[in-house]
């Protein structure tokens, strides 16, 4: 389970930094449905400026033990993130589950009934873009306060846990690890998941650079950047 962290050694800032995302901006203004209905150009201006900002970075060392792992276990890993940058897709990451959405991607702001799906898009800086479908206003594809979190990008976790669960009942040394990297542990449900893991009988760890308030959920935490932990910690 990746969070803001992961990506901060490429040079995205995360969100409860201080000169983080929501520097200058209200939370309410540019992470909600009610700001967007509000001021949709201001909205349309701030993802677009971050859409700039993640295509100028790179993977660091932390995705890449992440996609390592991924090639040494095949489907016996789940990556899990929080992030909405392409950074572990561009590492090589092809078991992922994106619990944020998509920064990168457009969808229709009426995506509960129209049926176009999210594609990858470009800038707005000024000008409004419209769902070629229907006609409403598109807006990023990112979950917002308020809203849920798309099912099938939560039932990754869900089915990868279950899985386990089943293959220990006929293979009795299977284990199952947790491990959470570069996050504050404060946004639900994400936060959650390593109380789901635990009471399935994971081994759950967090990798973080500073003390969190969560810290005390995990059997084992390691303090430190996740590019530098991450390959000795799978190694
Ligand atoms: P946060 O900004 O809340 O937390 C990032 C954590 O990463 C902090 O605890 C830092 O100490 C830690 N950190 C920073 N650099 C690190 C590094 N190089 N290595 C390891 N740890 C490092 O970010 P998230 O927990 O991801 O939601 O935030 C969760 C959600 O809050 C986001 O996904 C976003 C926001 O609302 C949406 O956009 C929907």
Redesign the pocket.
């Known amino acids: 389970m990746t969070?803001?962290?992961?990506s901060?050694?490429s040079g995205v800032p995360?969100?409860?930094?201080s000169n983080?995302l929501w520097e200058g901006h209200d939370i309410e203004q540019v992470?909600t449905p009610m700001g967007f209905a509000e001021d949709p150009k201001l909205v349309w201006k701030f993802y677009s400026e971050r859409r700039v900002g993640v295509k100028g970075v790179k993977p660091n060392a932390?995705h890449y033990a992440l996609t390592e792992l991924e090639r040494k276990l095949g489907d016996r890993f789940q990556l899990i993130t929080?992030?909405?940058d392409d950074l572990h897709e561009r590492a090589g990451s092809t078991r992922i589950g994106k619990l944020?959405?998509n920064l990168l991607r457009t969808k229709c702001s009426k995506y509960m009934t129209c049926p176009y799906a999210a594609a990858d898009d470009k800038e707005y800086l000024g000008e409004l873009p419209v769902c070629p479908l229907c006609g409403a206003v598109a807006r990023p594809d990112?979950?917002?306060f308020y809203e849920s979190l798309d099912p099938f990008e939560f039932d990754k976790f869900d089915s990868f846990v279950a899985r386990t669960k089943i293959k220990a009942a006929s293979v009795p040394e299977t284990k199952l690890y947790y491990i959470a990297?570069?996050?504050?542990?404060?946004?639900a449900p994400?936060s959650h998941l390593v109380y789901h893991a635990a009471s399935m009988g994971a081994k759950t760890y967090l990798?973080?650079?500073?003390e969190?308030a969560q810290e005390s959920a995990f059997d084992v935490s390691i303090r430190?950047?996740?590019?530098e932990v991450l390959p000795q910690l799978f190694e």
Do not use: M, P
């Open positions: 969070g803001a962290g992961v901060a050694e995360t969100f409860r930094d983080g992470a932390g929080q992030n909405v944020h959405g990112i979950v917002w990297v570069g996050t504050s542990g404060v946004v994400a990798v973080n650079r500073d969190t430190g950047l996740s590019g």
